[in-house]
């Protein structure tokens, strides 16, 4: 079975500001890596994913994730946020098998002018 | 391209109520979920279906059933609807290969009063 911890529920920054949402996770098998984001009132969109590869995975909107295997963690970043990138972020893994998603509960990015 | 798409949007029930949230996809997508989202808890996976006529409980299915007639339609039923399922729905989809996104519809807010 997987697991997603996210410890920060929310996290406020001022525009222009640099951020990091952190992502760990747990699991058995291997797993594929995907970043989500929720605006407020819509879907989730995919912001980007690890499926092998590159430690650094680059996304939409300038986001990044790197991948770390020794340290179980799949942090988002983004060296300059904008207003429009206020959101709530979620952390998702998948096992290779074609396991269901899990989820993490999520961060609410806080972008403050 | 419409994606998945859910209805309706909004909805308030009052206890012991039944309703049924629609949702249809029109990308040939085997794979299908249902997943409610609470504050701070994440998506949590309620049913889901890898194909037309087969479906899976997921992690809390308790007083929820689904069906699946067709490839394209995964409608989510309320028997009795109780205060604790106030929540928002998500529809998803995917094509099921372990590295594919999900599709989101954009959700249901669903109200027991």
């Known amino acids: 079975a997987q697991s997603v911890t996210q410890l920060d529920s929310q996290v406020p920054v001022f525009e222009e500001a640099p951020v990091e949402l952190r992502c760990n996770y747990s699991s058995s098998v291997s797993v594929y890596l995907f970043w989500y984001v929720q605006y407020p009132n819509q879907g989730l969109q995919l912001l980007l994913k690890y499926l092998s590869g590159s430690t650094l995975v680059k996304g939409i909107n300038g986001f990044e994730a790197e991948f770390n295997k020794s340290q179980t963690s799949f942090h988002l970043r983004k060296p300059s946020v904008h207003i429009s990138d206020t959101a709530e972020y979620f952390c998702?893994?998948?096992?290779?098998?074609?396991?269901?998603?899990?989820f993490g509960p999520g961060t609410r990015l806080s972008v403050l002018p | 391209n419409a994606g998945v798409t859910q209805t309706p949007k909004f909805r308030i029930l009052k206890i012991g109520q039944s309703m049924t949230l629609q949702c249809t996809q029109d990308m040939n997508h085997n794979y299908m979920y249902w997943y409610r989202q609470d504050p701070g808890m994440g998506l949590k996976l309620i049913y889901y279906s890898v194909g037309a006529g087969i479906t899976d409980k997921g992690e809390v299915p308790n007083g929820y059933n689904v069906s699946r007639s067709t490839t394209e339609d995964f409608p989510l039923r309320l028997e009795l609807a109780a205060p604790s399922q106030t929540s928002v729905y998500f529809c998803?989809?995917?094509?099921?290969?372990?590295?594919?996104?999900?599709?989101f519809g954009s959700g249901t807010q669903l109200s027991v009063l």
């Open positions: 998803a989809s995917s094509s099921g290969l372990a590295h594919e996104k999900l599709f």
């Open positions: 998702a893994v998948r096992g290779d098998y074609g396991q269901n998603f899990v």
